[in-house]
């Protein structure tokens, strides 16, 4: 096939992929913040497909099967339960400066490029753009779990920050399977404890902001 | 190969499975506690038999010099814990802290972190360790949540999410590390497996595995709890039921600190690659120095072994930092001294703060009047933590300061001064709790005593002579890790 289209299609899913999770960044209401993070792992799922097809590797395929069914489908109305159950549906998070978060953002963005591209330089055009972008993915996905503190939202960072990473194993052609398959079952068990967190943490402080677990604190430091 | 091959490696593996998985089916304390020694103490044989007879090494597992010493001691904490364990937990059900359902979870989940601890320090695919450790910390997550109170919520929490950003770090340095060997390892598993890697790292490209350790030392430091990434640490070693503060502080941090000198060992074959020793002893100094003075600080008695701990793996990060073979030697026997010490330092901690009912110093004192044996068992292990002869780690530190004497006159004073404020801390919080006016509950303690003094026995007699067997078989390993 042609070695431009290849290219490009590629860079166009990854490229999305960095671009919803600069809108994850902004979202500031729960149901908004899923349909995002439902958005960000369906585009994740058809970036490890397209790598799966030009690197004739099926079992990528696996893979994107997995990002597909549990991460744009399955979790995403789980979690929706979760807040209708804990109705903190309508809590508008305080971002602290959606501007200020952005700007940082691309900066972490600009980051992830210089060194990448620096540091690559031997490897393969396509591994290279790709990683590149999965590093800002992962930088994006801290700087979300950073600056949130409803639990709800973090817990959606580092999910994002996870599809980061298996953007960057799917681009690194023939990576074994068992370190596909290893995160994507982290993610199911990172849920399952998440699900008993956050209704422990109801249970326990009537809210799900972190700030008043804070009050808690025997010590700090 | 058979086609069974029931070899130590396969029985230090299986036996924490099955166990857990029998555990998890079983009811009653009384029945699940002796069932948890028991598989412990198998799986100890089990490793220890790896001394004789050692299987040769697959793609996926593997025992060499390095992992053994790891291995073996491993187990042998992870067996005497379960028996302070057994004890432990028996308090904890007769005033209700925990319930028998929590219980047959906690046991199932004691032997699933073995299985985990023990596959991550065999595997010999780099992923395979990866997952061996995101597991361990999946669980450990899970333990220290297990009492449901506010605290113990919020330190699961911040150690999920400190740990999963760690452990998600590590895995983007593995897959650059695989990027790195794959046009000189060829594709697929081979180019995962630390033993082929390490035979042809000299020709890896040096850009990319010098961002791949960054990532790596930054994960897996994480995990091992150097400053600046040590925030879960003292929460999650404070909140948690104590025979799980001893298996963090005394094994997990090892096992993340193993996975790190995997990854120094290969970065060290490659001469164009930047050198990792200095990396390391600066993370190391900074989490000595930082600790120290922490320790002036803390109010709760498993909190300042918590820093303690912090201490120490800076005191090891800075010795493996150091390389050569005494450094490496003296790091090696700190790290064993220190499992040992430390998990005791718990035996005792635990039952203090069950008899008292409370963790905060300045409600427990006079320990050597009002308990005698646990309070003197505390004089002891906080003067052998803090460095005083005749215990090991006056051994290692005395052997790590004039080694680095000798090379960095600068690096070994900001060492000695770390080590001595944390001594003076150490002292002057032991002098209130176990001397002086005897405060909180006088009542008499059921506790098990034999895990904690078989510590201390081993100590003293690394303090007093080390066996020639043991001199020469971790002289071998600081040999191999340069």
């Given amino acids: ?221 | 190969m058979t086609a069974f091959p029931l070899d130590g490696l396969t029985l230090i593996l299986l036996i924490p499975a099955v166990s857990a998985a029998l555990l998890v089916a079983l009811p009653g304390y009384a029945v699940t506690s002796k069932l948890n020694v028991l598989a412990s103490f198998l799986t100890l044989v089990a490793a220890l038999s790896l001394l004789w007879r050692r299987p040769e090494a697959g793609l996926l597992l593997h025992v060499d010099d390095l992992n053994i010493v790891f291995i073996v001691l491993n187990t042998f904490v992870g067996f005497t814990t379960s028996a302070f364990s057994a004890s432990y937990i028996a308090h904890e059900i007769e005033i209700g802290r925990l319930t028998p359902a929590y219980l047959r979870f906690y046991h199932a989940m004691y032997q699933a972190l073995m299985f985990e601890m023990n596959l991550a320090l065999v595997a010999n695919n780099l992923g395979l360790m990866w997952v061996g450790v995101e597991f361990a910390t999946l669980t450990t997550v899970l333990m220290v949540g297990i009492y449901r109170t506010h605290e113990a919520l919020e330190a699961a929490w911040k150690y999920f999410i400190l740990g999963s950003v760690g452990i998600a770090l590590a895995l983007f340095g593995t897959i650059l590390l695989y990027l790195a060997a794959k046009p000189v390892a060829g594709m697929e598993i081979e180019a995962m497996a630390w033993t082929k890697l390490m035979t042809r790292a000299a020709t890896f490209d040096p850009a990319l595995l010098n961002l791949a350790f960054v990532f790596l030392l930054l994960g897996y430091g994480t995990k091992v709890g150097l400053a600046p990434m040590h925030g879960w640490l003292p929460d999650a070693h404070a909140e948690g039921p104590t025979p799980i503060s001893a298996v963090l502080s005394g094994l997990l941090l090892n096992v993340a600190l193993h996975a790190l000198l995997r990854f120094k060992m290969l970065l060290a074959t490659n001469g164009q690659a930047i050198a990792p020793g200095p990396l390391m002893v600066t993370m190391g100094l900074i989490s000595l120095l930082f600790a120290a003075l922490m320790l002036y600080r803390r109010r709760d008695i498993k909190r300042m072994f918590a820093y303690s701990s912090i201490e120490h793996m800076g005191i090891i990060a800075f010795a493996f930092g150091m390389g050569g073979p005494l450094a490496n030697f003296a790091g090696l026997l700190h790290m064993t001294m220190h499992s040992l010490t430390k998990s005791a330092i718990f035996f005792s901690v635990g039952h203090i703060a069950q008899v008292k009912g409370t963790q905060k110093m300045t409600e427990i004192g006079g320990l050597t009047e009002t308990h005698p044996v646990l309070g003197w068992g505390l004089v002891i292990g906080v003067m052998a933590i803090a460095g005083l002869p005749p215990f090991g780690i006056f051994m290692s530190e005395f052997l790590l300061v004039t080694s680095t004497f000798a090379r960095e006159p600068i690096l070994a004073v900001l060492l000695v001064i770390g080590i001595i404020l944390a001594l003076g801390a150490l002292l002057q919080k032991l002098n209130t709790l176990a001397f002086g006016t005897p405060k909180g509950s006088l009542t008499p303690v059921e506790a098990s005593y034999v895990p904690m003094f078989s510590h201390f026995a081993l100590i003293l007699i690394a303090g007093i002579f080390l066996p020639a067997e043991l001199v020469s078989w971790f002289q071998n390993v600081a040999q191999l890790l340069r």
């Fill in chain 1, 1 to 221: 096939m042609d070695q431009r289209l290849i290219f490009d299609v590629a860079h166009f899913l990854a490229g999305g992929l960095v671009l919803i999770s600069f809108l994850l960044l902004y979202q500031d209401r729960m149901f908004g913040l899923l349909n995002m993070f439902a958005l960000h792992a369906f585009v994740l799922s058809l970036s490890v497909s397209w790598q799966a097809f030009v690197q004739n590797a099926p079992h990528l395929y696996i893979t994107a099967a997995i990002a597909l069914v549990l991460k744009a489908i399955i979790i995403p109305i789980l979690l929706r339960r979760v807040v209708i159950r804990l109705d903190i549906h309508r809590e508008i998070e305080a971002v602290g400066g959606i501007g200020l978060t952005m700007l940082f953002g691309i900066g972490l963005v600009a980051l992830s490029m210089v060194v990448m591209l620096h540091v690559t330089v031997g490897a393969d055009r396509l591994a290279r753009e790709d990683l590149a972008l999965a590093l800002s993915v992962v930088l994006l996905g801290f700087l979300m779990m950073v600056t949130r503190r409803n639990a709800v939202s973090q817990v959606i960072g580092f999910m994002s920050l996870e599809n980061g990473l298996i953007l960057a194993a799917a681009g690194a052609k023939g990576m074994p399977l068992v370190v596909e398959m290893s995160v994507a079952f982290s993610v199911l068990v990172a849920f399952l404890v998440i699900g008993i967190f956050l209704f422990r943490i109801r249970e326990r402080f009537d809210t799900v902001d972190m700030h008043a677990l804070d009050r808690f604190r025997g010590e700090h430091l």
